[in-house]
């Protein structure tokens, strides 16, 4: 299967976790169960970066605002165009976020830029090998190549799992994903 027509199932898999009534009902405990699963593991990491939900991505928040009542510094990635790399800027809650490119939700161009050393990772898809599909840009996997030490952490939910997700030299592994289900790491 390409990698094409995987992300397109695999989202479809997404899709049909938003329109089950159940899922949604229970969607704040799944995102509370995953989030402990990253929170107790954040080990010696200063700064976490983390996203903002397209609304089908798991919502990272219980996350970033758990690292932030730690003490740790929070960034949100930017993305000015499909060539510029994703920067990291520092965040906090209160600051204002602004449009960005494919319709991201992000902090001001301005804010201040970090290197983080934990990153959350939205993702389309995984699987046991920790190889991940996202939306297809390659953003996540120049940073990573950028930031070989940061912790790179998938956060998805248990039904996006592939069996194999197809990967090409330039793609950078992760060294974890989290579930509502469960951790799995190498």
Same mark, same amino acid.
């Given at each position: 299967?390409?990698?094409?027509?995987? #992300?397109? /199932?695999? !989202?479809?898999? #997404? *899709?049909?976790?938003?329109?089950?009534? %159940?899922?949604?009902?229970?969607?704040?405990?799944?995102?509370?169960?995953?989030?402990?699963?990253?929170?107790?593991?954040?080990?010696?990491?200063?700064? $976490? /970066?983390?996203?903002?939900? &397209?609304?089908?991505?798991? &919502?990272?928040?219980?996350?970033?605002?758990?690292?932030?009542?730690?003490?740790?510094?929070?960034?949100?990635?930017? $993305?000015?165009? !499909?060539?510029?790399?994703?920067?990291? +800027?520092?965040?906090?809650?209160?600051?204002?976020?602004?449009?960005?490119?494919?319709?991201? +939700? =992000? @902090?001001?161009?301005?804010?201040?830029?970090?290197? @983080?050393?934990?990153? +959350?990772?939205?993702?389309?898809?995984?699987? #046991? !090998?920790?190889?991940?599909?996202?939306?297809?840009? %390659?953003?996540? &996997?120049?940073?990573?190549?950028?930031?070989?030490? *940061?912790? !790179?952490?998938?956060? *998805?939910?248990?039904? =996006?799992?592939? &069996?194999? $997700?197809?990967?090409?030299?330039?793609?950078?592994? +992760?060294?974890?994903?989290?579930?509502?289900?469960?951790?799995?790491? *190498?």
């Amino acid at each position: 299967m390409t990698k094409s027509d995987l #992300r397109k /199932s695999l !989202r479809a898999r #997404r *899709a049909a976790l938003a329109a089950d009534t %159940g899922w949604q009902a229970d969607l704040l405990v799944h995102t509370l169960f995953l989030a402990d699963r990253v929170t107790s593991r954040f080990g010696v990491a200063r700064c $976490v /970066s983390g996203y903002i939900s &397209d609304g089908e991505e798991v &919502d990272p928040t219980p996350i970033l605002f758990a690292a932030i009542d730690r003490g740790l510094t929070v960034a949100l990635p930017h $993305v000015a165009g !499909r060539k510029s790399p994703m920067r990291f +800027l520092r965040w906090e809650p209160g600051d204002v976020l602004v449009p960005g490119a494919f319709g991201l +939700l =992000q @902090p001001r161009s301005d804010a201040a830029e970090v290197d @983080p050393d934990l990153i +959350l990772t939205p993702l389309v898809g995984f699987d #046991r !090998r920790l190889a991940r599909i996202g939306k297809g840009a %390659g953003f996540y &996997d120049r940073a990573f190549a950028r930031l070989p030490d *940061a912790r !790179r952490i998938g956060l *998805a939910w248990s039904a =996006q799992e592939a &069996d194999v $997700v197809p990967t090409d030299p330039w793609d950078v592994p +992760l060294h974890a994903v989290a579930t509502e289900t469960e951790w799995i790491e *190498a």
